[in-house]
C-alpha cells in the first residue's frame, strides 16, 4: 500500500514578539513585517503523523502553505523534519484571506499538484488550530472543497487493515471513533504523537529538495472573489485601542473608616459586597 500524503502548514508569529504585533487600521489584518515566524506548532503534529505513514505504508509527504514570501524558510523546516518537497503559494492577490478564502486558495494548489503528478493525495493533514488565529476551520473547509471525509481534533490514528483505520476526536467530555478509509482530511492535535526533532542531516539534505513558489497566474482555476480580502466572508468590525488609563484617589481617616468608605463606593458602583 502507498500513500501520497499533502500537510498544510503555516507561518506563525513567534511568541516571543507577540508584543510587536499590530493591526492595520485600514485592511485590519495582523501587520507581520519585521516579526520573526515559526512553524505552527501543530502542524508539527501533523506532519509527524504523515512521515510515520510514509514509513509504514511508502509514498510522498507534500508540505504546502498559503503566505507571505518569507515563508519559504518555515517550509524548509519541513523538509529538513522529513517533508520530499514544498510549495509555497504567495501572491498578493490572495493576502488578507480568511479561512474559507486561505482553504479556497490551498485546495486549487492541490488540485494542480494532483494534475500535475498524476495521484490524488490520500491523506490531507492539518494542524486542527493555527497558533495566532486559532478559528480550528481550515481543515474542515478543505475537506468541503475536496469533497473528501474529514475529521477535526484528532487524537489517535490505527490501522485496522491497510485500507482501513481507526480514528478517534476529541470531544469536550470524551470521545468518538470513526472507521475510515483514504481519501481523507484529517485536523491533528497535539496529542496525536510527538514530532520529531530536526536533525543536521535533514537540514542538509533539505537543501536540495524542491521548493516551488505559486502565485496567483499559477491557479487559472480559481476565480478572483473567492481570494484573499476580497474573497473572505469574514470581516472584522471597528478596531480601537482601549483607554487604560485610571484614576487614583487618596482615602484619609483610620483604617475602620477607610475600609468602610471603600465598601460604600463598591457598593454604590454594583459590587456586591459581605452577605
Known sequence: MTYNIAVCVKPVPDPKHYDKVTIDPVRKTITRTGIPTLLNPVDKNALEAA?????QYTGTVTAISMAPPDAGEILREALAIGADEAYLLSDRAFGGADTLA?????????KKLEAAK???FDFVLCGCE????????VSSQLGEWLGYPHLWNV??????????????TKLENGYMEWRAQAPLVLGVSRELNKPRFTSVMGIMKAKNKPLQVWGREDLPEAKDEFLGLKGSPTQPGEIFTPDMKRSGKVLAGTPEEIAGRIV???RANGVVVGG
Open 155 to 168: 487524537f489517535s490514528l490505527q490501522e485496522v487493515d491497510p485500507k482501513t483505520f481507526s480514528i478517534k
Open 130 to 137: 493555527s497558533a495566532d488565529g486559532a478559528t480550528a476551520q
Open 102 to 110: 486561505t482553504s479556497y486558495t490551498l485546495f486549487h494548489g492541490l
Open 118 to 120: 498524476g495521484y490524488s
Open 51 to 55: 512521515l510515520q505513514l510514509r514509513e
Open 264 to 266: 460604600t463606593i463598591l
